[in-house]
């Protein structure tokens, strides 16, 4: 019998089908309150280019998150928290 020796791949939010798509929930929280992605990129200290590459991202680095939380005034880390215990996206989320 022969051994499969190939590495698994790491588990990342690609590889998922039901994850959370944290872009589309910033995406939808910018556009529920109104503001514009010029706005953002300058709260956040980033170029709109950059914020239209995280709007197309599943998932994204916590410091940036974190800076657009603030400036939201908008817990998605509460919102990824939920997700993770119900395995489905609360009202605010996934719009």
């Not at 022969?2 to 959370?20: E, F, G, K, Q």
């Not at 514009?36 to 200290?45: P, Y």
Request: proline share 5%; with cysteine; net charge positive.
């Amino acid at each position: 019998m022969a051994v499969n020796n190939t590495p698994n791949p790491p588990l990342t939010p690609t590889h998922r089908t039901d994850t959370l798509h944290i872009g589309q929930s910033i995406k939808a929280e910018l556009s529920q309150q109104g503001r514009t992605i010029t706005w953002l990129a300058g709260e956040v200290h980033c170029t709109r280019e950059n914020l239209y590459k995280i709007f197309r991202k599943p998932w994204m680095n916590t410091d940036m998150l974190f800076k657009i939380s603030r400036a939201l005034d908008h817990d998605f880390f509460a919102d990824c928290s939920a997700y993770l215990k119900t395995g489905r996206s609360s009202s605010r989320i996934g719009r």
